[in-house]
């Protein structure tokens, strides 16, 4: 039932997206499958519930006439500008359910029930705007260089062998690992498999991955272990980070992968306050740094103090 709830969802915002006018309720009913073989009773009641349920998910839902000199039944629509939204920034395990789902939407095209609601809007004469779908199409990407490397080995069960250097390493060493999987961890990419170095179990932070991942030996070469659990693998062996907190400002319109895992507690000018729990200093420094002059940081002070250390030393590099 709620799959089926949230076709018909998915199939009414599509309708009302890509029409370039308004579309009546009983235009809605006879391209949105969902709707066809209910009731009148029932679609009234249904319709109502599904436009309150968009409108509560910030979807804004238009009513006017299509033709403004008889204004005798409205309709509805979804204004592409409204709806548009700046770039957001998703968990990894999240971005990556909603990249897979965009991939099968990608490659098998629209839903026959979603091709069907665009044929009939056409066929009635309804002007319909297609490449407005690319609204509600997101896309994956990682920020790691070394994850498509490591999720090609883990596929073909080819050993690797990579530079890798810890949080307490001044250098990094080179490590040798069979590959399991790749796993989304506390916001976090890691590689998971057998350590042919230490002969067991290890994970490995793929942002701590130096230059290139190499083969170190034929692909199928080893088995995962049956019953491999790597979720809880990657639990057991990953630090458990200290908390810490940070107070920012941040640029209104900016910084929007910070802003959805900090609490904003004030709006200024130009400029909001947000507070952000974090765990390693010099990984929320990166973060920081990847913002540029759009995120300031007022406190803690090791934390405000290694920014503009990295700041500084990256400006005198430039110089020289």
Known sequence: ???????????????????????????????????????????????????????????????????????????????????????????????????????????????????????????????????????????????????????????????????????????????????????????RWYAVGHDTDRGEPRVFRLSRVKGTVRTSGKAGSYDVPPGTDLRALTQSLAPTPAQHRAVLRVRTGAAYGLRRHAEVVAAGDGWDRAEVSYGRTDAMADEVLGYGADVVVESPGDLRDLVLARLRGAAGEEAS
Do not use: C
Not at 38 to 63: C, H, N, Q, T, W
Not at 75 to 90: H, K, M, T
Not at 172 to 184: D, M
């Open 1 to 187: 039932m709620a799959a089926r709830k949230s076709e018909r969802l998915l199939n009414l915002l599509i309708t009302l997206l890509v029409s370039r006018s308004y579309v009546t309720k009983e235009r809605i009913r006879t391209v949105v499958e969902q709707y066809r073989d209910a009731g009148d009773e029932a679609f009234e009641k249904m319709f109502e519930r599904d436009k309150d349920e968009l409108r509560s998910l910030g979807i804004p839902i238009e009513v006017g006439f299509a033709d403004r000199g008889f204004e005798d039944e409205p309709g509805y629509r979804v204004e592409r500008s409204a709806f548009e939204l700046p770039q957001i920034d998703l968990e990894p395990d999240e971005a990556a359910v909603i990249g897979l789902a965009a991939r099968v939407w990608q490659h098998a095209g629209l839903a026959s029930a979603t091709s069907d609601a665009l044929v009939k809007l056409k066929a009635a004469g309804v002007s319909v705007d297609r490449a407005a779908l690319h609204v509600a199409q997101p896309q994956l990407t990682v920020e790691e260089p070394a994850f498509e490397a490591f999720w090609n080995a883990t596929r073909t069960r080819t050993p690797v062998a990579f530079d890798y250097r810890t949080a307490t390493a001044p250098e990094a060493s080179e490590r040798h690992l069979q590959p399991w999987g790749v796993v989304s961890y506390r916001g």
